[in-house]
């Protein structure tokens, strides 16, 4: 009798195990953590130098629509690829996706109809970031991914408290050391993973 | 019939091999060959003559297609397969659990 509970036990510790697979090489969070970064910089660049702000608006459209270009053709790649495809890898992509709606509807609905004011919006994105990395921490179960939503969320604070031209600057820091370098991070693990995979 | 009548259990299901592969299947959307051999731990000789009799008892649904030029198969659990499994894991909790009050 004991044999047939362990091993209801461990098909109920396999089908765990199955639906937490996740796979993520990490390049979403390069890509997007490049392309925020430099869109930023030049941010600055157009903010200090008192270049029309329409320029600030039309740079983000072209960012925009290009990160949600690649993320909409390695989203294809990746359904096609997945060694798997599971609830928790569906629920980060939904997560990412939501966040990344979210945002666009604050910063071009909210910033560019001056509802939230221009200086405000790098601390709201900061904010609606880290929510989107403390809802994923629990799906990769990585504790440095929930630090990274707090410092998301003390960096909003502190571009909300004291907002300046600094925050620009600020952010593109977040973005490179809470976007670009976990995402490099996950790059390296993916590619071990692979390197250790037997051939099929 | 009583709780212990071992003719309620699904026999298509009623292996390891079997009943890990179609656990597996069941907490995904669908996995490839070599996710499900990774898994369940099995040679792909055997893995592939156990899919292939759940398939024959349209269980699971096999996909073949190409991605970047190699070959790969993909398993899905049909709604029928998904019905048998949850079936098949309530018989026999609830098989096992009649046997623990009685002792």
């Known amino acids: 009798m004991s044999q047939q509970l362990d091993d209801l036990a461990s098909i109920r510790a396999l089908m765990d195990q199955a ?3 996740l796979e993520d090489d990490g390049r979403y969070f390069v890509a997007w953590g490049l392309l925020t970064s ?3 910089s030049a941010t600055y660049l157009i903010v200090t130098q008192s270049w029309s702000l329409r320029a600030v608006w039309a740079l983000w ?3 925009v629509a290009l990160g949600i270009a690649i993320g909409l053709h390695w989203g294809r790649q990746h359904r096609q690829r997945a060694a798997a495809r599971t609830v928790a890898s569906s629920m980060v992509s939904d997560t990412w996706t939501g966040v990344s709606l979210g945002l666009v509807v604050l910063t071009f609905a909210g910033g560019a109809s001056g509802t939230i004011p221009p200086t405000a919006v790098p601390g709201v994105v900061s904010a609606v970031v880290g929510v989107g990395a403390f ?4 799906m990769y179960r990585q504790l440095p991914l929930k630090l990274a939503a707090l410092s998301w969320w003390a960096g909003g604070a502190a571009m909300l408290i004291w907002p300046g031209r600094y925050t ?6 977040l973005v490179l050391a809470l976007l670009v ?3 490099l991070v996950l790059a390296a693990r993916a590619r071990a993973a692979r390197a250790s995979q037997p051939d099929a | 019939m009583t709780e212990f009548d071992y003719q309620q259990l699904d ?3 009623h292996s390891r091999i079997r009943l890990a592969a179609m656990a597996v299947l069941a907490a995904v959307d669908d996995a490839e060959f070599t996710f499900l051999r990774d898994r369940v731990q099995a040679t792909d000789g055997n893995l592939g003559a156990h899919l292939k009799r759940l398939e024959d008892a349209d269980y699971v649904a096999v996909e073949k297609a190409f991605v970047a030029r190699k070959p790969v198969t993909r398993y899905r659990l049909t709604a029928r397969g998904r019905r048998a499994f949850r079936e098949y894991v309530k018989r026999i909790d609830r098989m096992l659990r009649a046997g623990q009050e009685g002792t």
């Open chain 1, 135 to 138: 809802a994923c921490s629990a």
């Open chain 1, 181 to 183: 370098a976990p995402g």
């Open chain 2, 11 to 13: 026999d298509v299901i």
């Open chain 1, 168 to 173: 620009i600057l600020l952010m593109a820091a």
């Open chain 1, 61 to 63: 459209a072209v960012l």
């Open chain 1, 38 to 40: 430099a869109g930023l």
């Open chain 1, 19 to 21: 639906q937490r697979t």
